[in-house]
């Protein structure tokens, strides 16, 4: 059973002061007490996070190398060909570069490689660059340890300028520019940008050097791509990242481009809000869908489509491809399942010669949610194969990977997701000396406790609450929506299953009724009766149906008392 953390019943200062100076609820007081955000000026930047508080993006490193030479070759006509990666990070920093160069009047060919390419900066896109006559080449979401291939490309006659995100190599790429967050002081307010965040950095940079309305209003349009992407690479929603995606979810709901247009409504998004949820649960998957199933360069053509006509083929050529990859996903995981048995080793190293490469991944994440464990799955291709890992931040993968370097064909990525390439021989080898580093680092495998912000009765549910809950939002990694809990609900109904897995609610709120909805909890449905009382901790949104905005509460747990 899952614990439940419950907050200190304890009202403080800072509570009372918030309550009394900005008439929130209580319940919302307490949770921006909770995450030191009691103090006015942290609460009025977080409240409202203004374009205007970006921070200078000329204080990254190379940033001014990496302006000068494309103005360079924007007065001078030539051509930049822009390269990203095939994951959601690396496709919408690729459009965002591509859309918003071009209205600076830049020469801009777009490029992102099938993940059969292999990962990151390589022959194919040198060779596609070459080819078209380009003299810039702009990587994004990659190239921070392509030195060999940077060297190659200069060998072409490119200069190179790199934006990305990715953990260092022992090398810097001898670039033009190198510009990652990485590189500055560890404290440095830029570090937890994703890929298309720092391609929003040069843009914004780009702009600072010669200021323009086209320029500008094409920046603030494509923010729409750098919140797609930055909730994709589920990077934390805290300031930098807070105050972009927030700006790109509003664009993005009222977004005029066909490709996006398309893309909603394949994703059913019909809404005139559209939050991080949304983004994570029915875009991304869609846009993902492209590289891990087909071509990436889909998904790509997709956020440059202006044609309606061409933008809706796409999308429901994404659409395909993303129930496919649900289906692929599920074989992966279950076959896992079957080969594990009931007590997981501490580290999970599986490989097949029959699972797809492009869902190894997320099928990786799933089985790192269920064991709380990390999680390296790989896809085997005669003597080679392709691995992903997923894991916390309690057993970091690169510093892992590293220690099996000798075992390994190459390997790179974050603290929390890394790729690799391994020989057929040196799989035994690789799952020993995995599972003996997680061994050593004594991983807490209990169930996460579920932490609860602040206990509410069911009169504080309300759409006052309800609407301060939109002001705390974009929610994600970094900004959790906050979670509540209450005792003693009394059920108004029996319960109902929704569709095979879902369980609906509802809860007596006097002569009323509370919505709820507890997904993947179906399973309960012989537990529970009209009139019973249960403790449940929840999430309070709207619920839009027929037009009606209704409160409703999204149980993530609950019990009988």
Not at 78 to 104: C, K, P, Q, S, W
Not at 257 to 283: E, H, M, N, P, Y
Not at 418 to 445: D, K, Y
Not at 496 to 505: A, D
């Amino acid at each position: 059973m899952r614990p439940w953390n419950w907050p200190s019943g304890q009202e403080d200062d800072a509570v009372h002061r918030l309550e009394q100076r900005h008439g929130m609820p209580r319940p919302v007081a307490r949770v921006l007490t909770r995450r030191g955000l009691d103090d006015e000026d942290l609460l009025a930047e977080f409240l409202n996070p203004r374009l205007g508080r970006l921070l200078d993006p000329m204080s990254l490193l190379d940033m001014d190398r990496a302006v000068a030479r494309t103005w360079a070759a924007v007065d001078a006509g030539e051509g930049i060909f822009v390269h990203g990666d095939y994951d959601v990070d690396g496709i919408t920093g690729t459009a965002f570069l591509t859309r918003v160069l071009r209205a600076a009047g830049a020469r801009v060919t777009p490029y992102v490689p099938n993940r059969s390419d292999g990962y990151g900066l390589g022959e194919p896109g040198l060779a596609e660059a070459a080819r078209i006559g380009a003299k810039v080449l702009i990587t994004v979401d990659t190239g921070v340890r392509a030195v060999a291939e940077v060297d190659r490309a200069r060998d072409l006659g490119l200069d190179v300028i790199v934006l990305d995100h990715h953990e260092l190599g022992e090398t810097l790429p001898r670039a033009t520019a190198v510009v990652n967050p990485l590189r500055g002081e560890p404290g440095n307010p830029f570090r937890s940008l994703a890929a298309v965040g720092v391609a929003a950095k040069f843009m914004h940079a780009m702009a600072s050097v010669r200021p323009g309305d086209a320029l500008r209003e094409a920046y603030r349009q494509a923010l729409q791509l750098v919140a797609l992407g930055t909730i994709a690479d589920v990077v934390p929603l805290t300031g930098e990242n807070r105050i972009l995606v927030s700006h790109g979810l509003v664009q993005l709901a009222r977004s005029q481009w066909a490709g996006i247009q398309a893309l909603k409504a394949t994703a059913r998004l019909t809404a005139s809000r559209i939050s991080a949820t949304d983004v994570a649960f029915f875009v991304a998957p869609r846009l993902n869908a492209a590289g891990r199933m087909g071509e990436a360069a889909d998904a790509l053509a997709l956020l440059l489509a202006d044609d309606p006509v061409e933008a809706f083929t796409l999308a429901e050529r994404l659409e395909s491809l993303n129930h496919a990859r649900r289906q692929a996903e599920q074989a992966v995981v279950a076959d896992a399942l079957d080969r594990l048995g009931s007590e997981p080793p501490p580290a999970i190293v599986l490989w097949s010669d029959t699972w797809p490469l492009g869902v190894i991944g997320i099928a990786a994440s799933r089985l790192q949610d269920r064991f709380a464990r990390p999680v390296l799955l790989v896809s085997m291709d005669g003597e080679r194969g392709r691995g992903s890992g997923r894991s916390s931040r309690a057993f970091p993968l690169p510093a892992a990977l590293a220690a099996c370097d000798d075992l390994l064909l190459e390997h790179g990525g974050h603290a929390e997701a890394a790729g690799f390439g391994i020989r057929r021989e040196q799989l035994e080898a690789f799952r020993e000396r995995v599972e003996s580093l997680a061994a050593a680092a004594n991983l807490e495998s209990d169930p996460v406790p579920l932490d609860v912000d602040a206990q509410v009765t069911v009169e504080d549910l309300d759409e006052d609450l309800v609407q301060w809950m939109e002001r705390l939002s974009p929610f994600g990694k970094g900004n959790p929506e906050p979670l509540f809990g209450a005792r003693g609900l009394v059920l108004a109904g029996d319960p109902t299953r929704v569709g095979k897995r879902h369980l609906s609610l509802s809860f007596a709120r006097g002569s009323e009724q509370l919505k709820g909805i507890a997904f993947n909890q179906g399973y309960r449905l012989n537990d529970l009766a009209r009139g019973a009382r249960v403790d449940a901790v929840f999430h309070a949104s709207f619920d839009a149906w027929r037009g009606r905005r209704r409160v409703q509460l999204v149980v993530r747990d609950l019990r009988v008392p």
